[in-house]
């Protein structure tokens, strides 16, 4: 039988807003985990992929396996995914799995429903690469604050008149499916500047501006999306805090958010899709009527949009994310020093697994021969198949891991 559980190489992605260099998480793990990688110093390493996206499919590190890519060797063994995953996602791995490293901020931004993935997909695939939803999770390596969903009306024309913009920037509008932020859902992307390239209104009144805006201004001057903050809510979030960008029906990418905060760090896991639609802070393709009309604008509490981890009960090491959508979750697996010997349990799901700390060897009898995990290690676990980890690490270990749990 061939090994079923393995190495990978992942994909990173070079976009202009990641940190550069040895500054990132992303270069900094890929080069742990690959001493022969040669990281450019000049050279922004933004993302980290770990699944089988076609634009990111991970390259398998055993030479006894006559497939090289992940994708491939999926497709030839569908029975690692799990009776009811392989079922349930017609022999595809559902999650795509992430390390980003930002030094900007994102863009403004939301992602579409299955159904309008696909109408989307048809009509500009160059823009939406596949037909595919993206919910999404981001859980925190280092501190970040995030703008996500949208502030009740009262607060934002509380705000506007604040600074002096309540006339001139809020102005009554329908068509927003009585979501109760009519007359302030175009305050984003509606020529907040009157197209003069001036200073927003609270510059000129001197007084404090929205979350991180002094950081989004120096990026993107002037940049359609610049007033977004304006009307979003600002969600907070420190190491092992997830954010969740999730599924309330018919919108499964309803919280528009943008990163605010220089310099952070997550991981994240999502559907496996690279479909998003952005509205601003960004050179990429800006389809604001699109984003427009694909929004839940029903505000909610900040807290909505944090995920807290559950302890496991059959694991005290394990905490697990997991959100309400059937694609993914994420476990945080942190063993101590004082343990020497752990099992990565089975379980009836392909996942992968990442190494953000700590050492050990790792034995299973689906890998046929010991595998040398440090930080930056990325290995394919296919369903039902465990590890033994034999700890080597003075500090313990602190473990990522994403999977599909029906």
């Given at each position: ?58 390259l398998i590190r055993d030479n ?255 905490y697990l994310y997991d959100p ?64 033994s980890l034999h700890l080597s ?14």
């Amino acid at each position: 039988f061939p090994p079923a559980v393995f190495p990978l190489s992942c994909v990173v992605q070079n976009y202009s807003w990641g940190k550069v260099g040895l500054q990132s998480e992303v270069a900094k793990l890929v080069a742990s985990g690959d001493p022969l990688v040669q990281i450019q110093p000049d050279q922004p390493y933004a993302e980290l992929w770990m699944g089988t996206h076609p634009r990111g499919d991970a390259l398998i590190r055993d030479n006894r396996i006559p497939q090289k890519t992940l994708g491939q060797w999926i497709a030839d063994n569908p029975a690692c995914l799990g009776a009811k995953v392989k079922d349930a996602f017609q022999g595809h791995l559902p999650f795509l799995f992430k390390v980003l490293s930002v030094n900007t901020a994102l863009s403004v931004q939301a992602h579409p429903n299955k159904e309008l993935a696909a109408k989307l997909h048809a009509q500009f695939p160059e823009h939406y690469p596949d037909a595919n939803h993206k919910p999404e999770m981001a859980i925190a390596l280092t501190p970040f604050e995030a703008m996500c969903g949208f502030r009740p009306v009262e607060e934002i024309v509380s705000f506007l008149q604040s600074k002096g913009g309540g006339g001139g920037m809020v102005r009554p509008r329908g068509g927003y499916g009585g979501h109760g932020v009519g007359m302030v859902a175009m305050v984003p992307w509606d020529g907040v500047w009157g197209g003069d390239g001036g200073p927003l209104p609270w510059d000129r009144e001197g007084g404090p501006a929205p979350l991180g805006w002094g950081l989004v201004w120096g990026w993107w001057p002037c940049s359609l999306g610049m007033g977004s903050g304006v009307g979003m809510r600002a969600v907070l979030s420190w190491g092992g805090f997830g954010v969740w960008m999730g599924a309330v029906p018919p919108w499964d990418g309803f919280g528009l958010w943008m990163g605010a905060v220089l310099s952070w760090d997550c991981v994240e896991v999502m559907a496996c899709s690279d479909n998003t639609v952005r509205a601003g802070l960004t050179p990429k393709f800006i389809d604001v009527l699109t984003l427009c009309e694909m929004l839940n604008y029903t505000p909610a509490p900040s807290s909505s949009k944090i995920l807290l981890a559950a302890q496991s009960q059959l694991d005290p090491h394990v905490y697990l994310y997991d959100p309400p959508v059937p694609d993914f979750t994420i476990m945080r697996i942190e063993i101590p020093a004082s343990i020497k010997l752990y099992l990565i349990s089975a379980m009836d799901s392909a996942s992968i697994l990442l190494v953000i700390q700590g050492t050990a060897v790792g034995t299973s009898t689906a890998a046929a021969s010991e595998m040398s995990l440090r930080r930056g290690s990325v290995l394919f676990v296919s369903a039902n198949e465990s590890i033994s980890l034999h700890l080597s690490s003075p500090d313990g270990m602190l473990l990522f891991r994403a999977c599909c749990l029906l």
